[in-house]
């Protein structure tokens, strides 16, 4: 299988040319790999760019990197990185510690042993980057067309149980189903190894990713929501939440969404949860956003006060978007009359000024809804 290397627009890239110029001198063995060609097939842009290269030493390679102007960023890892590619050596990896640095590195040249560590099918096909020709040791062409998600090799899998979650968020982004001895296997792999950044790094592709609902899924299917978010779930609560996600995040493209819906949901300690996850800087607006299940005109009235409700994490259906709309506050603040001074020059003090603005503005909004029935 071939491809023609001029249909890629990477092709074009300047330091692309640059790169190939370079090697072409020394190898005939480079691929793209990982998610650069998971990317292609799935006809979606990608900027981040992974070449392997064969047939070179070491000591060559470094040299070659130098004249490049690359820097190594996990030299003992033969990786170098230069613009938007990461450029590296083939390698087999074996655990031979604990942590995810924990690896004896070992250069390989056998393009099919190369690509058995890589983590799922999808990403271990290769495209040469001189002639264009395909190499899918693992069939994974074919698990993309059929959005299979598949282990490629159960003893290197295990090897970093934060494949586990890459499996979520991959699931979530490109609507994939993990096959059943996949699925089997990651449920034996604890993850208790894995620090809050690796784990904070994969959720935020997780909560990025356009089928939220599907990773949502997996996390039950593979029981990790407790070590996740120290809480069990019912099967009935993930059902609907499932569902909310499902139906709201084709009107909230922001990712705190995701964690929103299921902290208020379950009513769960949301700095808890979110130090847990290592996101308690981050996401730290999720602790005091409106959480309405149905919200009515008033409720969506009081919480504009605030903000445009084109804000607001809540405003996650067609109906309430609707009738922000209607009540001119999906662009714009509910235009209050009350004012803290006011409040203040009456004689209120400290928290009795808090209560009597609220109140008042409570009341500003009886009368607003009040005259638009009216009118109506």
């Given at each position: 299988?071939?491809?023609?290397?001029?249909?890629?627009?990477?092709?074009?890239?300047?330091?692309f040319?640059?790169?190939?110029?370079?090697l072409?001198?020394?190898?005939?063995?480079?691929?793209?790999?990982?998610?650069?060609?998971?990317?292609?097939?799935?006809?979606?842009?990608?900027?981040?760019?992974?070449?392997?290269?064969?047939?070179?030493?070491?000591?060559?390679?470094?040299?070659?990197?130098?004249?490049?102007?690359?820097?190594?960023?996990?030299?003992?890892?033969?990786?170098?990185?230069?613009?938007?590619f990461?450029?590296?050596?083939?390698?087999?990896?074996?655990?031979?510690?604990?942590?995810?640095?924990?690896?004896?590195?070992?250069?390989?040249?056998?393009?099919?042993?190369?690509?058995?560590?890589?983590?799922?099918?999808?990403?271990?096909?290769?495209?040469?980057?001189?002639?264009?020709?395909?190499?899918?040791?693992?069939?994974?062409?074919?698990?993309?067309?059929?959005?299979?998600?598949?282990?490629?090799?159960?003893?290197?899998?295990?090897?970093?149980?934060?494949?586990?979650?890459?499996a979520?968020?991959?699931?979530?982004?490109?609507?994939?189903?993990?096959?059943?001895?996949?699925?089997?296997?990651?449920?034996?792999?604890?993850?208790?190894?894995?620090?809050?950044?690796?784990?904070?790094?994969?959720?935020?592709?997780?909560?990025?990713?356009?089928?939220?609902?599907?990773?949502?899924?997996?996390?039950?299917?593979?029981?990790?929501?407790e070590?996740?978010?120290?809480?069990?779930?019912?099967?009935?609560?993930?059902?609907?939440?499932?569902?909310?996600?499902?139906?709201?995040?084709?009107?909230?493209?922001?990712?705190?969404?995701?964690?929103?819906?299921?902290?208020?949901?379950?009513?769960?300690?949301?700095?808890?949860?979110?130090?847990?996850?290592?996101?308690?800087?981050?996401?730290?607006?999720?602790?005091?956003?409106?959480?309405?299940k149905?919200?009515?005109?008033?409720?969506?009235?009081?919480?504009?006060?605030?903000?445009?409700?084109?804000?607001?994490?809540?405003?996650?259906?067609?109906?309430?978007?609707?009738?922000?709309?209607?009540l001119d506050?999906?662009?714009?603040?509910f235009?209050?009359?009350?004012k803290?001074?006011?409040?203040?020059?009456?004689?209120?003090?400290?928290?009795?000024?808090?209560?009597?603005?609220?109140?008042?503005?409570?009341?500003?909004?009886?009368?607003?809804?009040?005259?638009?029935?009216?009118?109506?």
């Open positions: 299988m071939q491809i023609s290397i001029n249909e890629l627009a990477i092709s074009k890239n300047s330091d040319i640059k790169i190939k110029e370079l072409s001198k020394h190898t005939k063995r480079a691929y793209f790999v990982g998610g650069f060609v998971r990317d292609y097939f799935l006809g979606i842009n990608s900027f981040d760019i992974d070449i392997e290269i064969y047939d070179i030493n070491e000591q060559e390679f470094e040299i070659l990197m130098s004249k490049l102007g690359a820097s190594g960023v996990g030299k003992s890892f033969f990786v170098y990185k230069y613009k938007n990461d450029l590296s050596l083939p390698r087999t990896e074996n655990k031979v510690s604990y942590g995810h640095c924990g690896f004896e590195v070992k250069i390989c040249n056998n393009e099919k042993i190369a690509a058995k560590r890589r983590d799922f099918t999808i990403n271990s096909i290769m495209i040469n980057i001189f002639n264009g020709e395909i190499l899918d040791f693992y069939d994974g062409t074919n698990d993309l067309k059929n959005k299979i998600l598949k282990v490629v090799d159960k003893n290197t899998f295990c090897q970093d149980s934060l494949r586990v979650l890459r979520v968020q991959f699931a979530a982004r490109f609507d994939l189903k993990v096959e059943n001895k996949s699925l089997n296997l990651m449920k034996t792999i604890s993850l208790d190894d894995l620090s809050g950044d690796r784990i904070q790094n994969e959720l935020i592709k997780l909560f990025k990713a356009e089928y939220q609902s599907v990773g949502l899924k997996l996390i039950y299917e593979l029981n990790i929501f070590f996740l978010f120290l809480t069990k779930i019912l099967k009935n609560d993930f059902e609907i939440l499932s569902k909310k996600l499902e139906n709201g995040s084709k009107f909230i493209k922001n990712e705190m969404y995701f964690l929103y819906n299921l902290l208020n949901f379950l009513n769960l300690n949301k700095e808890k949860v979110l130090k847990r996850l290592n996101l308690n800087t981050k996401f730290k607006k999720i602790v005091n956003e409106p959480y309405l149905n919200p009515s005109l008033k409720d969506l009235l009081m919480i504009s006060l605030k903000m445009p409700l084109k804000n607001w994490l809540g405003l996650d259906s067609f109906d309430l978007i609707q009738k922000a709309k209607k506050i999906y662009d714009n603040v235009k209050t009359k009350v803290a001074q006011d409040i203040i020059n009456a004689g209120f003090k400290n928290e009795e000024i808090g209560k009597k603005l609220k109140k008042k503005q409570e009341e500003e909004v009886d009368n607003f809804l009040i005259n638009l029935t009216k009118m109506a």
